[in-house]
């Protein structure tokens, strides 16, 4: 079982449309938590973190159960530019650092 | 201010061949990791460096090591290439005790072996 699990994805979804993606990790040492976005054969960027009491940001919302060990990810009102692979990433603690566990991603295209 | 730069661009290596990616971090950082990225995947933890010193490893075989300079560039080289290398190499930059405040990629170098 891979440490980070996402929905394996694509998703087309109507422009307009909301989505929503999840994401299970299983090191439920995991600190810290985010959402990537990478644009196709483009560095991955930092979308937004996420944390235990949920946070917005415009039309994106994130949440975090740490009692499940999921994350999600939600898009209201998906705009064409919002296409992209969207990546789940939690921190494990290694020695006295971190390293980032990545999922491996679910493509969204947006159809208009 | 400059960001992560890597080079080279692309790069297209033959089976058994040896290869160096390099990489210049964000103006103001001094900790360079690197990562593998095939395709269809995210990105998988090579090694980490600060003050010219691994610091952590991820789980790549002995044929994938790194330098890193005085001034906190980096070097990642891989001997005795194998098709399964394929792949996007990125280099994120940061500060040594920020934890991922500030955490910033690089365009990538991505390598193909044939």
């Known amino acids: 079982r891979k440490e980070v699990e996402q929905d394996p994805g694509p998703f087309n979804v109507p422009e307009g449309a909301t989505v929503a993606f999840n994401c299970t990790y299983s090191n439920s040492a995991s600190q810290s938590f985010f959402w990537y976005r990478q644009d196709c054969r483009k560095e991955p960027k930092l979308l937004m973190s996420v944390y235990s009491s949920g946070n917005e940001d415009g039309r994106f919302t994130a949440q975090l159960n740490r009692a499940s060990q999921y994350i999600s990810l939600l898009i209201r009102d998906s705009k064409l530019s919002d296409s992209a692979t969207y990546l789940c990433v939690v921190t494990r603690p290694a020695d006295s650092n971190y390293q980032l566990i990545w999922g491996a991603g679910t493509k969204l295209i947006i159809k208009p | 201010d400059a960001g992560v730069t890597q080079s080279p661009t692309h790069l297209i290596k033959t089976r058994g061949q040896q290869v160096t990616l390099r990489c210049s971090p964000k103006?103001?950082?001094?900790?360079v990791s690197w990562y593998q990225q095939a395709l269809g995947q995210g990105p998988q933890f090579i090694f980490q460096?600060?003050?010219?010193?691994e610091r952590q490893r991820g789980n790549f075989p002995d044929r994938f090591s790194g330098h890193q300079f005085p001034n906190y560039s980096s070097e990642l080289n891989v001997n005795a290439l194998l098709l399964g290398d394929s792949a996007l190499y990125l280099c994120?930059?940061?500060?040594w005790g920020q934890g991922f405040y500030g955490y910033t990629f690089g365009s990538g170098t991505r390598l193909t072996v044939v």
């Open positions: 994120a930059s940061s500060f």
């Open positions: 460096y600060y003050e010219e010193e």
């Open positions: 103006s103001g950082h001094d900790t």
